[in-house]
């Protein structure tokens, strides 16, 4: 494992240490999640993660035209 040396103003580093105290893990095991996340490759392909509710409302609605045309056309009948 290597060894990385940041300068970070002293108010960062004392919020640093309060979040990864509230976490329950250190600073050090905090900034290399970070870094991981940052570091997963980006694919358009993946839809974003919902919260369990909103994820049990998709599609709830039958029938509707969700794509942006639709709702484009949606408010120019509503404001005509």
Not at 3 to 12: N, Q, R
Not at 49 to 61: E, M, Q, Y
């Amino acid at each position: 494992m290597g060894k990385l040396t940041l300068h970070v103003d002293d108010d960062l580093i004392a919020a640093a240490k309060d979040e990864a105290a509230s976490r329950n893990t250190s600073v050090s095991r905090l900034v290399s999640s970070y870094f991981r996340v940052l570091s997963k490759p980006k694919t358009a392909k993946t839809p974003p993660v919902l919260p369990p509710i909103t994820a049990s409302l998709l599609g709830c609605i039958q029938g509707t035209d969700d794509t942006k045309e639709g709702y484009m056309e949606y408010l120019e009948k509503k404001h005509s």
